[in-house]
């Protein structure tokens, strides 16, 4: 079976600061869907959020924000997320440091989004 991500649901507490830390942040772009739906889109997948006092059905047995642990790979440098992150008042929790990815060895730094899920954001390291 060839199975490839599409996309997650995040449940949030409020879409709009949801929103505001993802599209600030990490340069996502919103999305709009009929019946009031949003979307968080980076590259070929989106994050669906997901009002936690009005979850919409089907959902997660327990849809509790800031229970996420996610990753995003960038080739920004880490620095620039940094310096990016201080200005926006966006505290670096850990990092950076060397984790494991999907595809290989990452410098990684560590912050928290506005519902507490821990976000992680990382460099490919060179193979060679």
Request: aromatic share 6%.
């Amino acid at each position: 079976m060839n199975v490839v991500f599409d996309h997650l649901v995040l449940t949030v507490a409020s879409i709009e600061s949801a929103i505001n830390f993802y599209r600030d942040f990490l340069d996502m772009d919103v999305i709009s869907f009929e019946g009031g739906r949003v979307a968080l889109r980076l590259g070929d997948a989106k994050i669906n959020l997901n009002q936690a006092d009005h979850p919409r059905e089907p959902h997660s047995r327990q849809p509790t924000p800031g229970s996420a642990d996610l990753c995003f790979r960038t080739e920004v440098p880490l620095d620039t997320i940094m310096a990016r992150a201080k200005s926006l008042g966006i505290e670096v929790v850990l990092g950076p440091v060397e984790r494991t990815g999907a595809r290989g060895k990452l410098d990684s730094i560590y912050v928290h989004d506005v519902d507490g899920n821990l976000i992680e954001i990382a460099n490919e390291r060179d193979p060679g």
